[in-house]
């Protein structure tokens, strides 16, 4: 990579991480708000991203891609301990990402839930694994269940409460998945 793309990629970087605290701030932001907190003029941004969507669709990607990765170092045996696992080791960017939760809900809401679709497959393969096994109840197929509980842990970073944590979202979490309460307690970290 020469300068010039690796100044590109720099500017296309900053860009992405000012607009997750943009956005965090005011999921309505726009185009030009975004570019004047990240130092640089809107024909900058729009040369990176040529839409909203485009940027939108990029924060996304970027989501998706973390989530994966933290899919694929958990390894437990048991699903409920995976479960754990992936609830702690995607707290970080479950908090940071969490302004797409808000997104997810309006105009663009039906892109962005597309982009989670490997992540949808992989929990569900998960949550299907503990149904299998009988840790996870079997109420609901388990595509929606997983679907239910990691809502819940995006919910719970997304909330005004700061005395809530991944704690309270792997208990949450592992009680909609039908653990019960003393083995879902006992699980969670801390």
Do not use: C
Request: hydrophobic share 45%; net charge negative; aromatic share 4%.
């Amino acid at each position: 990579m020469n300068a010039r793309e690796r100044s590109m990629k720099e500017t296309r970087d900053r860009i992405l991480e000012v607009a997750l605290e943009v956005l965090g701030e005011n999921p309505d932001a726009g185009m030009g708000e975004i570019a004047s907190s990240a130092g640089v003029v809107r024909r900058t941004v729009y040369g990176h991203f040529p839409s909203r969507l485009d940027l939108l669709r990029a924060l996304m990607e970027r989501a998706v891609a973390e989530m994966e990765a933290v899919l694929a170092e958990v390894n437990a045996s048991e699903a409920d301990v995976s479960w754990v696992e992936f609830v702690a080791r995607v707290w970080p960017v479950t908090h940071r990402y969490r302004v797409l939760l808000a997104l997810r809900r309006g105009e663009h809401g039906e892109t962005i839930h597309g982009l989670l679709g490997p992540v949808d497959e992989l929990l569900a393969d998960l949550v299907q694994r503990g149904q299998d096994a009988g840790v996870f109840a079997r109420h609901l197929p388990a595509g929606l269940l997983s679907q239910l509980a990691y809502g819940a842990v995006f919910a719970i970073a997304d909330s005004d409460r700061s005395d809530l944590g991944s704690r309270a979202a792997t208990i949450t979490s592992l009680l909609m998945l039908g653990v019960p309460e003393a083995r879902a307690v006992a699980l969670a970290p801390g």
